[in-house]
């Protein structure tokens, strides 16, 4: 069993930055493949983007590039999710996921991932 707790959540101001993060446990943190998705009221959950198990390779959505910025920490069994200009439309529950399968390739879809957390909001005002 993984279990992911994120924090970090709040209310903002459109152009705030806000920093999330998702402690991990349960599992040889240093050697899953970590991924940040959201949700928005009426929507599906989006990938938002995700980190390799070293922290060398990752992705992100169109529209967080640029703005949002995925780190980890393999001591502290962690990783965060930078946020920067904050717009309305980034308001949603996010959530952390792990992919435990070892493998070059970082999941950019719900179904690579393993193991979820129970998310955190962020709602950010115009």
């Known amino acids: 069993q993984v279990q992911l707790v994120e924090s970090g959540g709040g209310l903002v101001q459109a152009g705030d930055s806000l920093r999330l993060t998702c402690a991990a446990s349960?599992?040889?943190?240093?050697?899953?493949?970590m991924g940040w998705f959201r949700q928005a009221p009426g929507k599906e959950r989006e990938f938002v983007a995700a980190?390799?198990?070293?922290?060398?390779?990752?992705h992100y959505a169109d529209s967080v590039k640029g703005r949002f910025t995925i780190s980890r920490d393999n001591v502290q069994n962690t990783v965060y999710l930078r946020m920067n200009s904050l717009k309305p439309e980034d308001t949603a529950v996010y959530y952390c996921?792990?992919?435990?399968?070892?493998?070059?390739?970082?999941?950019?879809?719900?179904?690579?991932?393993?193991?979820w957390g129970r998310g955190t909001q962020v709602t950010v005002s115009s």
């Open positions: 980190v390799n198990w070293s922290g060398g390779n990752k």
């Open positions: 996921a792990a992919d435990l399968m070892f493998s070059a390739v970082v999941p950019v879809t719900e179904s690579g991932y393993d193991y």
């Open positions: 349960g599992h040889t943190f240093s050697s899953v493949a």
